[in-house]
């Protein structure tokens, strides 16, 4: 039976909920401010009722700040990829910066929407969607565990943003890609004055269409020279740039893991690559670690995205190619060359590892737009010349 105190003009319940497991001591569910008795008493009541059923939860006031490190610590232990933990640390920094010593049981659903839409304003709708995804679990994970009453996120789905002409115009510039004729003159640049390894690493790219980190990630183990094969199952992870501190991870989605066949061009610089190799590991073999990388430095370890990047710069400035061209640049050009010969959109997401086919169609529209673009000028240029 409740207890009911009136303290000056007000009254007080008071609930007997049990024994603590731990402390022994006897727990009681309090709360007070109500104006009459009869308010009160109906307040213990739905407690009790509460109690009866199992179904009560008393709100924790936890920090948002520390339920989000206590979460994130379970994240990382539940077999994730690092850089998915890296992902939700940062997602997770735009609620700690507002919320951090806020109990997180009151944060209420017009609190968290406030908080999405103000972030709309500053990020891309693919991020957003990455904090959501962030907010949706920890918050799931806060009312399974009996600290708070109502999930903020539910029902919540995110505001659409209409793209400006200026962010689609930004959006079609973004599938940069050398042309055939481009890629021929920086490749024999990249024969003729290339570095180490960079003719091979930039007709590798171009030939085959991975990513920088799968292509980084490969082993002697993954190519198979008698059926001219390549086998794509990881890719490398190195935020921080350092040779030591490199990370095996599977692939960006389970379509990436991946067979595809390499020409005898590409299957003959491979052998070569391999033979000079072998005469680098004979001699640093005193600080050799040979983890069978095909890609390695002169010290065994993989070489560095960074590394790749400066090299590419210097070689297109070199070449006088003006375009932003990046590694994955490489990936579209391969794309660009596979529907020039008349290869099937099927065939492309398979060799490129899109487990999503509208990946490989919004790039195909992109390319196929290009080409009849370049189709109008040559016959333009026909024309011109038979008048």
């Known amino acids: 039976m409740a207890q009911i105190i009136q303290r000056g003009k007000t009254w007080t319940y008071k609930v007997y909920m049990g024994v603590d497991p ?16 009869r308010e009160a008493k109906a307040a213990a009541r739905l407690i009790e009722i509460q109690k009866e059923n199992g179904t009560f939860i008393k709100e924790s006031d936890m920090p948002f700040a520390q339920f989000a490190k206590d979460w994130l610590k379970t994240y990382s232990r539940s077999g994730v990829k690092v850089s998915s933990v890296r992902a939700r640390e940062k997602e997770m920094k735009h609620f700690i910066s507002v919320w951090g010593p806020y109990p997180i049981s009151k944060i209420t659903k017009k609190m968290y929407q406030k908080r999405i839409i103000d972030l709309s304003e500053q990020y891309s709708h693919n991020y957003l969607d990455g904090i959501h995804a962030c907010g949706r679990m920890v918050f799931r994970q806060a009312l399974e565990l009996g600290l708070l009453k109502v999930n903020p996120t539910e029902n919540f789905k995110l505001p659409k943003k209409q793209q400006t002409v200026e962010e689609l115009e930004k959006a079609e510039e973004d599938i940069i890609f050398l042309e055939k ?27 085959t269409g991975l990513r920088i980190g799968e292509l980084l990630a490969l082993k002697w183990v993954d190519f198979n020279e ?24 599977t692939p960006k989605t389970k379509g990436s893991v991946r067979t595809i066949r390499i020409n005898d061009k590409l299957i003959n610089m491979l052998k070569k690559h391999k033979i000079k190799q072998n005469e680098i590991k004979l001699k640093n073999r005193l600080i050799y670690q040979d983890n069978g990388f095909i890609f390695a430095r002169e010290d065994g370890h993989p070489q560095l995205r960074k590394v790749v990047d400066t090299r590419l710069k210097r070689l ?42 509208n990946t490989t169609m919004n790039i195909y529209a992109h390319m196929t737009a290009n080409m009849e673009e370049k189709a109008s000028q040559k016959f333009d240029k026909l024309m011109e010349d038979l008048l």
């Open 181 to 207: 004729e481009e890629l021929a003159h920086f490749l024999k640049l990249a024969h003729s004055e290339g570095l180490e390894m960079d003719n091979l690493i930039f007709t590798t790219l171009s030939y």
């Open 316 to 357: 297109l400035k070199k070449a006088e190619i003006e375009k932003n061209i990046t590694p994955h640049s490489f990936r579209h050009t391969h794309t660009s060359l596979l529907l020039e010969a008349g290869v099937g959109i099927k065939e492309i997401q398979q060799r490129l590892g899109h487990t999503d086919i």
């Open 22 to 37: 731990l402390t022994k001591k006897r727990i009681y569910e309090s709360k007070g401010g109500f104006k009459t008795q």
């Open 226 to 249: 008698k059926q001219g094969t390549l086998r794509i199952t990881k890719t490398v992870y190195n935020p921080s740039n350092n040779y030591e501190k490199y990370q095996l991870l």
